[in-house]
């Protein structure tokens, strides 16, 4: 039972997809390189027959000596860091490594998955953001890995991955608040649907929670990893009628915001209000005064996930699909004991 393909469960060439497609080796070749210009109904007929069958790539046409790395964003330090990790196991290993930004979207559009298919890289490492389910199937098809850093969506995704302990970073942070004698700590946190910012939430909420201190909603504030949350949920906070003594953030860039709205109120940091941030990207340790911080090793984190799309190119099986690596409080001058 072969007709026009090879035996049962082998891979399909272009030519044994064309045939059971009924179009041409052309427009099969157009599909499985990524070329925009094919209708989207043949499209999605020749897609069906690789996700069912598979492809088998001739010989001569192997993957480009490229690491594909995708960022949501490219914006201040954080990318730094994520490519200088990147860069270094590429260079070990001969690649080059293209850069592309999905303009602050978490999924690529369409688009993005064919120009990876027509540069047929080595490897993708998709930073804050993830293909969807289809654009994973055609990579996995196409014999393309990919590994996620700081993945975003479900925490039941089946890729391989590499995250900070997030949850541990939130804990220490929240933590070293409450040994100071704080206990109006309020926390500014990433989108709801970004799973590092959920389980630094968590990690909030656990210190509270073994420390016998009641959740104030009020003092609870989800943002976007962003300077201007910061700025707008501690102008906020700060009105309220017991405002807090002590605030947390997702991360530096939301911890700068807060910065600048208690000089706006009048407040000094550390003495009227202590700020602990999240990442120690710079400038944190050069803010006035620096910033107590949660560290984590976004460079290493980086380096992890193209070592295990490297690994998965070369065929060798992953020691473990998912690591996280440790986070570490790093105490600065931003934070003081309370003084009530």
């Not at 070990?92 to 990876?116: D, F, I, K, M, N």
């Not at 102008?235 to 605030?247: F, G, Q, S």
């Not at 000094?268 to 340790?285: C, I, K, M, Q």
Request: charged share 20%; aromatic share 4%.
């Amino acid at each position: 039972m072969c007709s026009a393909g090879g035996r049962q469960g082998e891979s399909l060439t272009i030519a044994q997809i064309a045939q059971r497609a009924g179009v041409s080796v052309a427009t099969v070749s157009k599909v499985v390189n990524g070329r925009a210009d094919v209708a989207p109904t043949t499209r999605s007929l020749i897609e069906g027959i690789i996700r069912r069958h598979g492809y088998r790539r001739q010989k001569a046409a192997g993957p480009a000596a490229l690491l594909e790395l995708v960022f949501h964003e490219v914006r201040g330090p954080y990318p730094t860091e994520i490519f200088r990790g990147v860069q270094r196991v590429a260079a070990e290993h001969q690649l080059a490594v293209v850069v592309s930004e999905l303009r602050g979207r978490h999924t690529p559009e369409r688009g993005w998955v064919e120009g990876v298919l027509a540069r047929r890289p080595t490897g993708v490492v998709s930073v804050f953001s993830g293909p969807s389910g289809e654009q994973a199937e055609q990579l996995r098809t196409r014999g393309i890995p990919f590994a996620l850093v700081d993945p975003t969506g479900d925490p039941d995704h089946d890729a391989p991955s590499v995250s900070a302990s997030n949850w541990s970073g939130g804990l220490s942070a929240t933590r070293h608040l409450l040994e100071l004698g704080h206990r109006r700590i309020a926390v500014i946190t990433g989108g709801e649907h970004v799973l590092a910012g959920r389980a630094r939430l968590d990690g909030y909420r656990a210190a509270l929670d073994m420390a016998g201190i009641p959740i104030d909603p009020a003092l609870v504030r989800v943002g976007d990893f962003q300077i201007l949350d910061g700025l707008k949920h501690t102008r906020d906070l700060l009105r309220l009628p017991e405002p807090p003594t002590a605030v947390f953030t997702g991360n530096d860039g939301q911890a700068l915001g807060v910065y600048r709205a208690a000089a706006e109120a009048g407040l000094r940091v550390p003495e009227d209000l202590s700020v602990v941030g999240f990442d120690d990207l710079f400038p944190s340790r050069w803010l006035t005064p620096p910033l107590t911080t949660v560290r984590q090793p976004l460079a290493e984190m980086a380096a992890t996930a193209a070592g295990m799309v490297i690994a998965l190119a070369q065929g060798r099986p992953l020691e473990r699909g998912r690591a996280e690596l440790a986070t570490e409080l790093v105490v600065r001058g931003s934070t003081a004991p309370f003084r009530g």
